[in-house]
């Protein structure tokens, strides 16, 4: 018979997730969602609902976030190496 | 990945990287193509705002690139890059709300509210079922829905796959603190996930 309770199982469920490797406790998980068919689903659909998110393959970059992060970079990056001038070496010139 | 592909990968990322610390811009930029949609994820995931995630981006970058001389090959050039765009994205949670809702510090970790309201079996294969486009605004929406306290564990801890002492080092919080965060944020994704997913005609004792 199982010894955890759904509390205790829920309690128990993210170390059973990412494969904790105390054998006791994967047991006694095991044992409680094999005679708990709620604590079942709610097992079966946390790992699913991992499974999908982490199945998930990041979005392509909006081509314009992608153009102004470079632009951004680039006037930055040229400033600091005494490239061309941009906007922020213009705007000292301007102080003096 | 392997161990052995992820430190090949690694490897070439320090090269890029001692590269861009001599003042090589192609090399800076390439590590920025790499790594650009990743970061942009991240931000989106945490501020939940396509706005504020744009500026997140570009403030990691520039920020990696005045900080890349400090930056030490002791970890790996991602993981550097990740500590960035999620204290930036943290700023930005900050500065949009001041509600108590953003405080990492909020609420004190009783165990109550870990709940489970909604059971039922979910259809087979969602990922068949529904398209890319489908999926990501389904996830998206589920994401954005969770507090930030406990979104931006989630996201560290199951996308972005830090461990639990990285995250806890990362906002400032104890190991406790973030599992239990982290099963809550688990147990709330999967509620609303069920919404979407559960199997049509069933009832909640179905799978008896």
């Known amino acids: 018979m199982s010894l955890l309770t759904c509390k205790d199982f829920l309690l128990a469920l993210n170390e059973y997730l990412d494969e904790t490797e105390d054998a006791a406790l994967r047991r006694e998980v095991e044992e409680h969602i094999d005679e708990c068919p709620n604590c079942w689903v709610v097992f079966d659909t946390t790992k699913k609902t991992l499974q999908v998110f982490k199945g998930i393959q990041p979005q392509d970059i909006p081509e314009d976030v992608h153009r102004r992060l470079m632009e951004r970079l680039q006037s930055r990056l040229r400033h600091r190496h005494g490239g061309s001038k941009d906007s922020e070496s213009k705007s000292k010139d301007a102080k003096k | 990945m392997s161990e052995p592909q992820q430190r090949a990968r690694s490897n070439g990322d320090l090269e890029l990287v001692s590269r861009a610390q001599q003042g090589d811009i192609e090399a800076f930029e390439k590590l920025v193509m790499k790594y650009e949609k990743k970061i942009f994820r991240l931000a989106r995931n945490i501020t939940s705002n396509q706005e504020d995630a744009e500026d997140v981006l570009q403030e990691t970058f520039l920020k990696a690139y005045s900080h890349l001389g400090g930056f030490q090959g002791n970890s790996r050039f991602y993981t550097w890059l990740v500590r960035i765009a999620v204290n930036e994205s943290l700023m930005k949670l900050r500065k949009r709300k001041s509600d108590r809702t953003v ?98 005609g069933d009832d909640v004792f179905a799978y008896l």
């Open chain 2, 103 to 200: 405080s990492m510090d909020e609420g004190i970790d009783t165990g109550e509210e870990i709940v489970v309201r909604e059971v039922a079996v979910w259809e087979d294969d969602p990922e068949q079922r529904h398209s890319q486009t489908e999926l990501r605004a389904i996830l998206d929406q589920a994401i954005s829905s969770l507090k930030p306290a406990l979104r931006t564990v989630f996201v560290l801890r199951d996308i972005e796959e830090l461990s639990t002492e990285e995250t806890a080092q990362l906002l400032g919080l104890s190991i406790p603190a973030v599992k239990s965060r982290l099963l809550r944020a688990r147990l709330q994704l999967r509620e609303k996930l069920t919404r979407f997913f559960r199997r049509k």
